[in-house]
């Protein structure tokens, strides 16, 4: 079951990613626990002053109505 939510996760990931590219940042895939997704923001989004808006307005939000068995998205820092 897991395995069909994580590419239902990062098939809506890839959707989000050529908007977030676009103002030089991105978003990664890093896990699915317990029904909240994991992922990294890389480039320009590192920093942005916009990430807690396009965490919870966009990518999670996204996820929730999208994806069964999500509830939440946290960021991960590495």
């Known amino acids: 079951m897991?395995?069909?939510i994580i590419?239902?996760?990062k098939t809506i990931i890839e959707k989000i990613r050529?908007?977030?590219q676009r103002?030089?940042?991105d978003v990664e895939f890093v896990s699915f626990k317990d029904g909240i997704v994991?992922?990294?923001m890389l480039g320009a989004c590192i920093g942005c002053s916009s990430i807690d808006l396009t965490?919870?307005?966009g990518i999670e939000a996204l996820l929730l109505?999208?994806?069964p068995g999500v509830?939440?998205?946290e960021l991960v820092e590495m």
Do not use: T
């Open 71 to 73: 509830i939440g998205v």
């Open 65 to 67: 109505e999208e994806v």
């Open 18 to 20: 050529p908007y977030l």
């Open 55 to 57: 965490m919870k307005d």
């Open 7 to 9: 590419v239902q996760i």
């Open 2 to 4: 897991n395995d069909k």
């Open 23 to 25: 103002d030089g940042g």
């Open 38 to 40: 994991y992922v990294k």
